[in-house]
């Protein structure tokens, strides 16, 4: 009989031992899993969701800045429009009150020379705004992408 608990208890201590083993094998295969895991968490983080918050930041300031400028090309269209109205006003005027068909006819060579230079100086000048415009749309998506 003493045999037999001998062997029983040599039998538990050997499962004991086994089940320990098993378990610490199997808590390590979790925590290497957990480690695992972590890691690409912080991969994805780092590597997706960093750079997706800043290319959204900088999508809604390039976003402010074509709001501010379309508003400024829009205030600038209407001076020139404002501008090209009153000096077409002035012309009409002149040519009112002008004694015969020659002065007239000065009067209408030198507007439309003006007019002429107004529009290219006006075109130049909407032309340096929409550029402006495009680098300040741009510049935010520059920076954002530089992070």
């Known amino acids: 009989m003493a045999d037999t608990k001998d062997t029983i208890d040599k039998t538990a201590t050997a499962t004991k031992s086994a089940t320990d083993k098993a378990a610490n094998a199997a808590k390590d295969a979790t925590d290497r899993m957990r480690e ?4 690409a968490r912080e991969g994805f983080q780092d590597k997706v969701v960093e750079p997706a918050k800043r290319a959204g930041e900088a999508m809604r300031e390039s976003g402010k800045a074509m709001a501010k400028n379309s ?3 829009g205030v600038t269209m209407i001076d020139q429009a404002e501008t090209n109205a009153h000096e077409a ?5 002149a040519a009112a009150k002008a004694n015969d068909l020659s002065e007239v006819m000065k009067i209408q060579g030198d507007y439309l020379r003006e007019q002429g230079k107004r529009s ?3 075109a130049r000048q909407i032309g340096e705004l929409i550029m402006q415009f495009g680098r300040d749309a741009v510049q935010p998506l520059k920076d954002g992408a530089k992070k």
């Open 36 to 39: 695992g895991a972590e890691k």
């Open 71 to 73: 508003s400024q090309i």
């Open 89 to 93: 006003f002035s012309a009409m005027r």
């Open 120 to 122: 290219m100086d006006q």
